[in-house]
T-cell receptor, first 114, second 116 residues
Framework: DSGVTQTPKHLITATGQRVTLRCSPR?????VYWYQQSLDQGLQFLIQ???????AKGNILERFSAQQFPDLHSELNLSSLELGDSALYFC?????????????FGPGTRLTVT | AQSVTQLDSQVPVFEEAPVELRCNYS??????LFWYVQYPNQGLQLLLK??????LVESINGFEAEFNKSQTSFHLRKPSVHISDTAEYFC??????????????FGQGTILTVHP
């Protein structure tokens, strides 16, 4: 158990809908990362937050948004869902924001868009 | 562009045989290298990491990886595999400096299947 929690574990929804994925980092970790794992794109970095502020953006679609709250949990919002958004979404956390801090991954949320 | 290439998408081996999973990354001045393992229906677990120092790093379950700067490689090896090593393995790189911050760039993954 990495100490990173993600809810829900599974989510099934229809095209055009909006969903929210939630992540609680390990105790003491200030930085949160979101990754998407899909069959065709592999594991891709979406976005990073550090202590409530956005730090880096990757291949995140405009239909997707995220935020980190004062209690350090983070939410990833996916809207106008398409079939291609079906994927496993991972959250990871680290103590600090930069490259020399180890990232711990949560178990993921499996999103299925029908 | 920063990229990581895992040269084999699938590697089947027999139990107790040696295995090597290959990983190459696009060159950069300074990198931090990782191997993660993903068991079926589970999240990613850190297997081992190279941050600095000795170029040979080891995990607690017998895997080792060697950082080769001239070859821009970080291949994963195990001298004798077990059935329980069956999983997908991901090589990942953090590129120091610029706007990379802490993001990990992953390879496409190698599925290791150990047969009895």
């Amino acid at each position: 158990d990495s100490g990173v929690t993600q809810t829900p574990k599974h989510l099934i929804t229809a095209t055009g809908q909006r969903v929210t994925l939630r992540c609680s980092p390990r105790s003491g970790d200030l930085s949160v990362y979101w990754y998407q794992q899909s069959l065709d794109q592999g594991l891709q970095f979406l976005i990073q937050y550090y202590n409530g502020e956005e730090r880096a953006k990757g291949n995140i679609l405009e239909r997707f948004s995220a935020q980190q709250f004062p209690d350090l949990h983070s939410e990833l919002n996916l809207s106008s869902l398409e079939l291609g958004d079906s994927a496993l979404y991972f959250c990871a956390s680290s103590v600090g924001p930069s490259e020399n801090y180890e990232q711990y991954f949560g178990p993921g949320t499996r999103l299925t868009v029908t | 562009a920063q990229s990581v290439t895992q040269l084999d998408s699938q590697v089947p081996v027999f139990e107790e045989a040696p295995v090597e999973l290959r990983c190459n990354y696009s060159s950069s001045v300074s990198v931090y290298l990782f191997w993660y393992v993903q068991y079926p229906n589970q999240g990613l677990q850190l297997l081992l990491k190279y941050l600095s120092g000795s170029t040979l790093v080891e995990s607690i379950n017998g895997f080792e990886a060697e950082f080769n700067k001239s070859q821009t490689s970080f291949h994963l090896r195990k001298p004798s595999v077990h059935i329980s090593d069956t999983a997908e393995y991901f090589c990942a790189v953090k590129y120091a400096g610029g706007t990379s911050y802490g993001k990990l760039t992953f390879g496409q993954g190698t599925i290791l299947t150990v047969h009895p």
